[in-house]
């Protein structure tokens, strides 16, 4: 049986609409982060590399992880019923 993880929270500036994108990949619906969602991540990765993140900014670039290998689950679940599904129709 395939278990969905779970998330917790979603980071506080997560924008509700807009946050996630769907991209077509060889006929397959992939979920990726927005443009704005990116922006933010990158934001908080830049800000790393020259200074400490306070408290807040780490539990937010966690949360975004969290988001990104949550949407990383579902690709290749997806991902992989499609293949399956095609095998079988061979």
Same mark, same amino acid.
């Given at each position: 049986? +395939? &278990? &969905?993880?779970? &998330? =917790? !929270? +979603?980071?506080? !500036?997560?924008? %509700? =609409?807009? *946050?996630?994108? %769907? $991209?077509? %990949? =060889?006929g397959i619906p992939l979920f990726r982060a927005s443009g704005k969602v990116q922006e933010r991540i990158n934001t908080l990765l830049d800000?790393?590399?020259? #200074?400490? +993140? !306070? #408290? *807040? $900014?780490?539990? =937010? &670039?966690?949360?975004? $992880?969290? %988001?990104?290998d949550y949407l990383s689950f579902i690709n290749r679940t997806v991902r992989n019923l499609y293949l399956t599904q095609n095998q079988s129709n061979l």
């Amino acid at each position: 049986m +395939l &278990l &969905l993880p779970k &998330l =917790e !929270n +979603l980071p506080n !500036n997560f924008p %509700i =609409e807009g *946050a996630v994108r %769907i $991209e077509l %990949i =060889e006929g397959i619906p992939l979920f990726r982060a927005s443009g704005k969602v990116q922006e933010r991540i990158n934001t908080l990765l830049d800000k790393q590399q020259t #200074s400490p +993140l !306070n #408290s *807040a $900014e780490e539990q =937010e &670039l966690d949360l975004y $992880e969290e %988001i990104d290998d949550y949407l990383s689950f579902i690709n290749r679940t997806v991902r992989n019923l499609y293949l399956t599904q095609n095998q079988s129709n061979l």
